[in-house]
T-cell receptor
Framework: KAGVTQTPRYLIKTRGQQVTLSCSPISGHRSVSWYQQTPGQGLQFLFEYFSETQRNKGNFPGRFSGRQFSNSRSEMNVSTLELGDSALYLC??????????????FGPGTRLLVL | DAKTTQPPSMDCAEGRAANLPCNHSTISGNEYVYWYRQIHSQGPQYIIHGLKNNETNEMASLIITEDRKSSTLILPHATLRDTAVYYCIVRPPIQGAQKLVFGQGTRLTINP
């Protein structure tokens, strides 16, 4: 099976702009989670989507949003970009079969630089 | 979520076994221990997980103490490609909540 794919891999934006990142989960996986990784804060959970619904959310401002499509692909959007949004954005998928604990598999990430 | 404590860094010689400790003294009886690693600027890679019993797969072995307050990840024959940050994560079995809480991890350096 192909792994989790993320596009684009690298992105440069300026302050105030908005950005949309895309994630395609492993085939058959229905749950998609997003994480932000910065040198200062480490890896932090953003949100999780399952069946096109957000079912878990981390402690991030409303500028960070996401959605999931019927084919389980997911996008996340960051509006009004700030310099501090420069980070590696990671997507992870898991089967979403209702188990209490499912293993998440990560994509390669999208590196966003805000100037 | 139960807190984990890992040494910030470790070194190991190539070809030797790398033993990475993790302390999780507040773990609950139904919480799983998960290990991931992250090679520089790549996405985290799943390694192994366990609940109570020791586990082994093609990548590593996981040894969990009987009281479950600590665990050790063992890479039996470390190679230079095993140089990475290793994260030990304790996960509560909450259905519908698949988030991972990452700590600072252990930076493992494999030396030739």
């Amino acid at each position: 099976k192909a792994g989790v794919t993320q596009t684009p891999r690298y992105l440069i934006k300026t302050r105030g702009q908005q950005v949309t990142l895309s994630c395609s989960p492993i085939s058959g996986h229905r749950s998609v989670s997003w994480y932000q990784q910065t040198p200062g804060q480490g890896l932090q959970f953003l949100f999780e989507y399952f069946s096109e619904t957000q079912r878990n959310k981390g402690n991030f401002p409303g500028r960070f949003s996401g959605r999931q499509f019927s084919n389980s692909r997911s996008e996340m959007n960051v509006s009004t970009l700030e310099l501090g949004d420069s980070a590696l954005y990671l997507c992870a998928s898991s089967p979403g079969q209702g188990a209490f604990v499912e293993t998440q598999y990560f994509g390669p990430g999208t590196r966003l630089l805000v100037l | 979520d139960a807190k984990t404590t890992q040494p910030p860094s470790m070194d190991c010689a190539e070809g030797r076994a790398a033993n990475l400790p993790c302390n999780h003294s507040t773990i609950s009886g139904n919480e799983y221990v998960y290990w991931y690693r992250q090679i520089h600027s790549q996405g985290p890679q799943y390694i192994i997980h366990g609940l109570k019993n020791n586990e082994t797969n093609e990548m590593a072995s996981l040894i969990i103490t009987e009281d479950r307050k600590s665990s050790t990840l063992i890479l039996p024959h470390a190679t230079l490609r095993d140089t990475a940050v290793y994260y030990c994560i304790v996960r509560p079995p909450i259905q519908g909540a698949q988030k991972l809480v990452f700590g600072q991890g252990t930076r493992l350096t494999i030396n030739p």
